[in-house]
């Protein structure tokens, strides 16, 4: 079992940036595909990003290709979510997610463990 706590959230302008972090518990940090979902008021909660256990692989949602980038170190037992170029729609609740997989998936339903999340603001 891994818990998960993020932090990095805060109030931007746009075209600013934020990096999110989220620290993992556990010895077993390398089991795990780590992901960055966000749910944004009365929305569901949409994938971002995600890195595969050693870091090789990541998947991107399509709009944040460019923008954002998804890092882990294993060494530290942490992830990364770099944003930037922020625009006020990526203002949400931005959650950490862990998977025991060697897949990597954007479905918030096949993540295990999940952070309690960070606010992330972009003003216009």
């Known amino acids: 079992q891994v818990q998960l706590v993020e932090s990095g959230g805060g109030l931007v302008q746009a075209g600013g940036s934020l990096r999110l972090s989220c620290a993992a518990s556990?010895?077993?940090?390398?089991?795990?595909?780590m992901g960055w979902f966000r749910q944004a008021p009365g929305k569901e909660r949409d994938f971002v990003a995600a890195i595969s256990r050693r870091g090789v692989n990541t998947n991107y949602a399509d709009f944040v290709k460019g923008r954002f980038t998804i890092s882990r170190d294993n060494a530290k037992n942490m992830v990364y979510l770099q944003m930037n170029s922020l625009l006020p729609e990526d203002t949400a609740v931005y959650y950490c997610a862990g998977r025991v997989s060697s897949v990597v998936t954007a479905g918030p339903h096949e993540y295990d463990y999940w952070g309690q999340g960070t606010q992330g603001t972009v003003s216009s």
């Open positions: 556990g010895r077993t940090f390398t089991s795990y595909v």
